[in-house]
């Protein structure tokens, strides 16, 4: 199971911190990945992270103001965005994959456990 905390209610030019918690011993053995889902829109890729931690993806849209990492020990992916703006209100999930495929980590289709969501929602 995945489980994705810290969203809420900022003002634009903000900052929250998101995690998601994985149950179970296998979690180093995936890579993680970020998307978003905004009202009457679909689920989009926002970002992910190879299993070690060492390579990382962003979409165009949030490179520069959003840091995916993850801690191993404990069971944990990250997600910090900065200088949030009212176009990042979302729904955003966490999710896992057993691909090693970088190209794959940008697809819904490629992941097979999903978090309930954590709503960000940003005023302007």
């Known amino acids: 199971q995945l489980q994705a905390f810290g969203g809420g209610l900022v003002q634009a030019g903000g900052s929250l911190r998101l995690s998601c918690t994985a149950s179970?011993?296998?979690?180093?053995?995936?890579?993680m990945g970020w998307f978003r889902q905004s009202s009457g829109k679909e689920r989009e890729f926002v970002s992910a992270i190879s299993r070690g931690g060492g390579n990382t993806y962003y979409a165009d849209s949030v490179k520069g103001r959003f840091a995916i990492s993850r801690d191993n020990t404990k069971n944990t992916v990250f997600l910090q965005i900065n200088s949030l703006e009212p176009e990042d209100t979302a729904v955003y999930y966490c999710?896992?994959?057993?691909?090693?495929?970088?190209?794959?980590?940008?697809?819904?289709?490629?992941?097979?456990?999903w978090g309930q969501g954590t709503q960000v929602t940003v005023s302007s």
């Open positions: 179970g011993r296998t979690f180093g053995s995936y890579a």
């Open positions: 999710a896992r994959t057993r691909s090693s495929n970088s190209r794959a980590f940008y697809y819904t289709q490629n992941y097979d456990y």
